[in-house]
């Protein structure tokens, strides 16, 4: 708990020395309660009280008189030793002594292409990843907990597991698809823990990447993904299908990045959409592949591990819910 100084007019009477629940660090920064702390405790001794009767009174009123100049230095020093014992802030303190995560928006390995789909486990998921894998493509998603659905029902769960066998990429978006940037530091905690515990619980895996929902985030976000181990995810091309892009829009956002080759590209995509399933994905594969791009994982187009740590799933119980 913080330190509050209490410089209490009443906290020299002898009959108050513990009437008022004081801190070490009140005590050490009121000087009256220390003067008053010394003599009461000496005048309880039979010596003190034979021999020094008369000066009692006098020793306290000159206490008093010198209190001034002795709060000033004690009140220095209590503020210290209070704040070193017990931080105004621990949380704050806390904050300030981790990193941030790093943040990657694009690939690192020329010639490699990263197709992403965003918001599920969703109704399209299946046809998704199996046109990727008919191209020989290895896509990677960002799932929610509890966004179009939730990740614990027995659809949802039989979704996560096939993209997973199929050989794609499962990372984090978060619970509930909340702006990250709007929560206190534990409310971002506690949205990257409950999607990394269900994908823990169903694939057995804790992933390594999280994109935080609508592109959103901050030092705090960035502060709460390295305490996480986390890197961050966002993207240098955008499909357009979450705004309302038409199949013609999408291929022709796909046509003119193709057209400027870049040497990488992380492409979002959303795999809540018929259209990006049906449509709009097997022209950009057929786009890219046909400019020389391999479709591989976020993680193989970084050269960095997928996951944390890769374990053997759990077994459905009735914690199992959204």
Not at 52 to 69: C, D, E, I, Q, V
Not at 195 to 203: F, G, N, Y
Not at 218 to 226: G, I
Request: aromatic share 10%; glycine share 6%.
């Amino acid at each position: 708990m913080p330190c509050t100084f209490i410089l209490s007019p009443q906290a020299h009477h002898p009959n108050n020395l513990h009437a008022f629940g004081f801190t070490k660090c009140q005590m050490l920064a009121n000087a009256d309660f220390r003067v008053a702390f010394v003599l009461v405790y000496l005048s309880k001794s039979p010596l003190f009280a034979s021999i020094l009767p008369s000066t009692f009174n006098s020793l306290l009123f000159l206490a008093r008189a010198t209190r001034m100049l002795t709060s000033a230095i004690f009140i220095g020093l209590a503020a210290a030793a209070c704040a070193t014992a017990h931080p105004t802030n621990p949380e704050a303190e806390s904050r300030q002594q981790t990193g941030l995560a790093t943040v990657y928006s694009s690939c690192k390995v020329k010639g490699d292409v990263a197709l992403t789909f965003d918001d599920g486990p969703w109704v399209y998921l299946n046809q998704i990843s199996d046109t990727l894998k008919a191209a020989g493509a290895v896509g990677t998603f960002f799932f929610n907990g509890n966004n179009y659905g939730c990740i614990y029902d027995a659809e949802d769960r039989k979704r996560v597991k096939y993209a997973y066998a199929q050989g794609h990429m499962i990372g984090s978006h978060t619970w509930a698809h909340k702006d990250l940037k709007t929560l206190t530091y534990d409310q971002i905690h506690d949205e990257m823990w409950r999607v990394e515990q269900a994908l823990q619980r169903i694939i057995g895996v804790t992933p390594a990447f999280m994109r935080p929902p609508y592109g959103n985030y901050n030092n705090l976000v960035r502060q709460v993904a390295s305490t996480r181990n986390q890197s961050l995810v966002i993207w240098d091309f955008d499909s357009g299908d979450s705004v309302g892009a038409s199949v013609a829009e999408s291929e022709t956002r796909y046509n003119g990045v193709v057209s400027k080759h870049p040497e990488t590209l992380l492409a979002l995509n959303h795999e809540t959409y018929n259209t990006t399933a049906h449509q709009v994905l097997p022209y950009a594969i057929s786009k890219l592949q046909g400019a020389g791009y391999r479709l591989v994982s976020l993680a193989t187009c970084l050269g960095l591990p997928a996951y944390h740590s890769i374990g053997t799933p759990a077994t459905p119980d009735s914690t199992w819910k959204c």
